[in-house]
């Protein structure tokens, strides 16, 4: 069955870190480019970071750039979100998605993305 499942995400206060995890059941995750994406409430979701492949590079939002490291293991089959430096404008619940390697994902916001996990909720109170 194939399954993507979030976790870590929680209630931080600001300038404190939060991992959030992406576990990838039933994908080979090589085969896959990843993306994290957010949603606060009453705006569109946005996309957070973005990696095509695990030879690729690594794209941020610029209001990530510098706080939030993306990774990936792909024997675990599960990828990372590292957030640090948490701020009131990061509470959103955060997604993790999947689209094939070949396509390029990155570029094309959440159209590129096949599958998707059901979030977790990152809460950063100001």
């Known amino acids: 069955q194939l399954q993507l499942v979030e976790s870590g995400g929680g209630l931080v206060q600001p300038g404190g870190s939060l991992r959030l995890s992406c576990a990838a059941s039933g994908f080979i995750l090589d085969y896959y480019g990843i993306g994290w994406f957010r949603q606060a409430p009453g705006k569109e979701r946005e996309g957070v970071s973005c990696q095509a492949s695990s030879s690729g590079s690594t794209v941020y939002a610029d209001s990530v750039k510098g706080r939030f490291t993306f990774s990936r293991d792909n024997a675990k089959a599960t990828a990372y979100l590292q957030m640090n430096s948490l701020k009131p404008e990061d509470t959103a619940v955060y997604y993790c998605?999947?689209?094939?390697?070949?396509?390029?994902?990155?570029?094309?916001?959440?159209?590129?993305?096949?599958?998707w996990g059901q979030g977790t909720q990152v809460t950063v109170p100001s």
């Open positions: 998605a999947l689209g094939p390697k070949y396509r390029p994902v990155c570029a094309g916001g959440m159209g590129g993305f096949d599958y």
